[in-house]
């Protein structure tokens, strides 16, 4: 049941953002029309008034939708407090500039400056529409630097309304917000479980290990051999590949491991070659696991495939911090499947990841398998 719900909270969440982001074009568009000063516009100056309304409809949503959806979310909620003053400063600036521009051009349409006096209802910082212009006009386009009451009536006429919707839309993100802090969170522990319990198992079959190899030990050595070499492989998975780097010293230990219990497994039937340096050094890093898939995959699909004589070559290099993978295999009579599946898969994509420079050669022919693997280590 709890699944279920972890899935469709998304799915609700981007839903509830659409319909806010949605509703306030109606909302504004209510709110705007029926203001009692743009009332009063559109009543004394009829069409000319009504597009200064209009002109303010579209500043107000602009200012909405900037600012909820670009300004806020960039520098508001990452809190970068001087682009965010700055930005604001500017658009306040320039809105007051278009109401300005709108004054003007309302001036030139309806000589605005020999109208009468009107009082305007909803007007808190004028009398009227006339000793506004008066004000604005004496003062220039950048006049709300100079008189605080056109700086107050800049936000009364633009941004009163925008400013409450976008009041409410931080409150709704600021919510959101905890509401996926705690998925995260949950989904957090919940991996964290996972982690522990995946633990466990591998921890409990390394026991079991230990003493399958004792029982079989004196009766049959053969098989004690390979219980204790997949035992050591455990042991490397298990305690020294927990940090994000290990030498390369002990990533080449675990490959000679491996290689031994392929040995062990398929006897005399296959020719295994393999030239690994005897001393890698200490200070050499490698992510762990980022060579074997190459090297499990010759044995997969060259050897386990084939009941005839097969053959594997490998061999590492190491120049300083360069290190080359090469390997070879034969390939069956009767190949099931190609070279790679989803083990080569996922180490290209490991490989993209961790060493984006890397080199990979993969062919094949007729008879054999060949993969090449270039990659610039690091080092203490």
């Known amino acids: 049941m709890n699944y279920v719900r972890t899935i469709q909270w998304p799915r609700r969440q981007q839903t509830t953002q659409l319909v806010i982001r949605l509703l306030a074009l109606p909302i504004l568009f209510i709110l705007v029309l029926n203001d009692g000063f743009m009332i009063g516009l559109s009543n004394r100056y009829s069409d000319a008034g009504e597009r200064v309304v209009y002109l303010q409809l579209f500043i107000q949503l602009a200012i909405y939708y900037g600012w909820g959806y670009w300004l806020f979310p960039r520098f508001l909620y990452r809190f970068r407090p001087v682009l965010l003053l700055t930005i604001v400063l500017i658009t306040y600036t320039l809105v007051y500039v278009a109401n300005y521009a709108g004054f003007v051009w309302l001036e030139g349409i309806s000589s605005l400056s020999d109208s009468k006096p009107q009082i305007m209802s909803g007007s808190f910082y004028w009398k009227s529409t006339l000793d506004t212009w008066n004000m604005m006009l004496a003062n220039g386009p950048i006049g709300l630097f100079n008189q605080f009451l056109l700086f107050a009536w800049n936000f009364t006429l633009s941004f009163a309304y925008p400013a409450v919707l976008l009041a ?54 053969r098989a004690a051999q390979l219980v204790h070499q997949l035992s050591s492989l455990m042991q490397y998975t298990l305690y020294e590949t927990g940090e994000s780097k290990v030498t390369l010293e002990k990533e080449l230990q675990f490959i000679r491991d491996y290689v031994s219990l392929e040995k062990t ?33 010759a044995f997969k699909h060259g050897v386990q495939s084939s009941a005839r004589k097969s053959w594997v070559k490998l061999s590492v290099v190491v120049e300083k911090t360069t290190v080359q993978l090469s390997v070879r295999n034969s390939k069956p009579a009767k190949s099931e499947s190609t070279v790679g599946g989803l083990g080569l898969a996922n180490a290209r994509k490991r490989l993209d990841t961790l060493y984006p420079g890397h080199v990979l050669h993969v062919t094949e022919d007729k008879n054999e398998y060949y993969v090449v693997l270039t990659l610039n280590v690091a080092s203490r």
């Open 265 to 297: 497994r398929v006897g005399k039937r296959v020719d295994i070659q393999m030239e690994l340096p005897d001393l890698a050094g200490e200070d050499v890093l490698i992510a762990p696991f980022v060579l074997i898939p190459f090297v499990e995959n």
């Open 168 to 221: 409410f839309k931080a409150l709704y993100d600021n919510m959101a917000s905890q509401v996926s802090n705690a998925r995260l969170q949950q989904q957090n522990t919940e991996l964290e479980l996972n982690y522990l319990k995946s633990q466990i198992n591998p921890h409990f079959l390394f026991n079991v290990l230990n003493s399958v190899y004792s029982l079989t030990e004196e009766k049959c050595p």
